[in-house]
């Protein structure tokens, strides 16, 4: 059974410094791997997917990599805003045969002006 | 698109009573989820339906708990009787056929008193 791990379970951090959100698989038979964002009361809103074909994608400021071998993505946020703040999730994507996103709990960061 | 619709956003009962939260999926998508989120346990699959049909209900919590899909526009996901340890977010989420990507509504947040 897929278990995705995020650590740290929240961070805080002055505006304007880079920061690197940590996922990690114990299931490496994935399809895809996805970062989420929600805001408080809000559902989720997603950032980046990554297939499993894949070592990085980026939008804007954010930054992220996958490491099926290790079993590890990493979320980079380039010179941090306090709008940045919020939960930040990662979701394995469906294995061969599997369709279900596995969810870590998120780390919740903020950004301090 | 106005992306995954839910209803209602808040729902607060009483022990006992039944409860439906309702979802319209995005159009032309035919991958509808339901989870729950909980801080305890994260983010959960509930069920999952493909082209309207109950292909995994393996995490429905128990029998209380049910599911329908009528057509490609609408699901229910009814409690009866609600508890107070179902209190939760409850997110829908769609995905149109081939793509991994998952679009979530902005929940139904589920209090029992």
């Known amino acids: 059974k897929q278990e995705v791990t995020q650590i740290p379970a929240a961070l805080s951090v002055p505006e304007g410094e880079n920061l690197v959100l940590n996922c990690s698989f114990t299931?490496?038979?994935?399809?895809?791997l996805q970062w989420f964002r929600q805001d408080p009361g809000k559902g989720l809103t997603s950032l980046l997917l990554i297939q499993s074909s894949q070592r990085e994608q980026t939008s804007g400021r954010l930054n992220a990599s996958l490491d099926k071998s290790s079993g590890r993505s990493t979320l980079y946020i380039a010179a941090s805003q306090p709008g940045d703040s919020a939960t930040y999730l990662c979701?394995?994507?469906?294995?061969?045969?599997?369709?279900?996103?596995?969810f870590g709990k998120g780390t919740k960061l903020s950004v301090i002006p | 698109d106005a992306g995954v619709i839910q209803s209602p956003r808040h729902e607060v009962t009483e022990m006992g009573q039944e409860v439906t939260l309702r979802c319209k999926p995005i159009s032309g998508h035919n991958s509808l989820f339901w989870y729950r989120q909980t801080m305890m346990r994260g983010l959960e699959l509930l069920i999952y339906?493909?082209?309207?049909?109950?292909?995994?209900d393996s995490g429905m919590p128990e029998d209380r708990f049910s599911a329908k899909m009528p057509n490609a526009s609408f699901s229910t996901l009814k409690i009866q009787p609600s508890e107070p340890r179902d209190s939760a977010v409850y997110f829908c989420?769609?995905?149109?056929?081939?793509?991994?990507?998952?679009?979530f509504g902005q929940g139904t947040r589920l209090t029992v008193v």
């Open positions: 989420a769609s995905r149109p056929e081939g793509i991994t990507e998952a679009f």
């Open positions: 979701a394995a994507g469906p294995g061969a045969g599997s369709y279900q996103l596995t």
């Open positions: 299931d490496s038979a994935i399809y895809n």
């Open positions: 339906f493909n082209n309207n049909v109950p292909i995994d």
